[in-house]
């Protein structure tokens, strides 16, 4: 059945009609590779629908939760090593989720899951610039070198982007990063020569762990996940 274009583009919860009536004007809305100037226009399933040149999909029920993640775990649906992972925990209603990016076995805190795929990787994706921030307690007292963490660095020939870097006390740091690379903290750090501790996150974009208890996991609303599918455009 054909709908709307607007009503197909707010159904995708990427913005309201009127957001997507203003797109349309906006010359941001394009069908089977035709930019549309009019919202008078019908669509469905079959066509390929893209706001700035990303194509969008109508939207089913998306949902998406948020889990403070305990400490030596893994997260993968299973370990070869047999060490135990997130869905061990996890009660069994939740099993079926996907984790949005990895936490490290020894890393704890904020760790997203949801039922689409699709929003998972767009989550993680590096140009979506969702800050993560984290708490990291470290060895050493020499806070001079973190200067080239938050200015970007490469080591051994990756390129880590700049992290803002606030110190707290007792050797505990601040870290909001962008990207998401692979233990890039633990890496960056180390190379600043203060070697983590201990790591713990507290925010995904505007989510936060507080108030969740270690191991616990809750569901994100409905408003909050709008306006991260709409952050993507």
Do not use: W
């Amino acid at each position: 059945m054909k709908v709307r274009i607007a009503k197909f583009i707010a159904d995708s919860g990427v913005t309201s009609r009127r957001g997507a009536e203003q797109l349309i004007a906006a010359g941001a809305v394009s069908v089977n590779g035709v930019v549309i100037d009019t919202p008078v226009h019908f669509v469905d399933d079959t066509d390929e629908v893209k706001i700035k040149g990303k194509t969008i999909t109508k939207r089913t029920d998306t949902k998406l939760y948020a889990f403070n993640k305990p400490i030596d775990t893994v997260t993968t649906t299973h370990d070869p090593r047999g060490r135990n992972t997130i869905y061990d925990i996890l009660p069994l209603e939740y099993r079926n989720l996907r984790y949005v990016g990895r936490l490290d076995y020894k890393t704890t805190g904020l760790l997203l899951m949801t039922n689409d795929g699709l929003f998972a990787r767009r989550l993680t994706q590096p140009d979506s610039n969702i800050p993560r921030v984290y708490l990291a307690d470290v060895a050493g007292n020499n806070m001079s070198k973190l200067d080239k963490a938050r200015q970007g660095v490469v080591i051994d020939g990756i390129k880590y982007r700049p992290m803002q870097i606030e110190v707290m006390r007792d050797r505990r740091l601040r870290v909001t990063v962008t990207e998401g690379k692979k233990n890039e903290i633990r890496i960056v750090l180390k190379y600043c020569g203060l070697p983590v501790k201990k790591l713990h996150r507290i925010m995904y974009g505007p989510i936060s762990v507080k108030n969740i208890p270690s191991g616990k996991i809750v569901e994100v609303d409905k408003k909050t996940i709008d306006a991260l599918i709409e952050s993507f455009l």
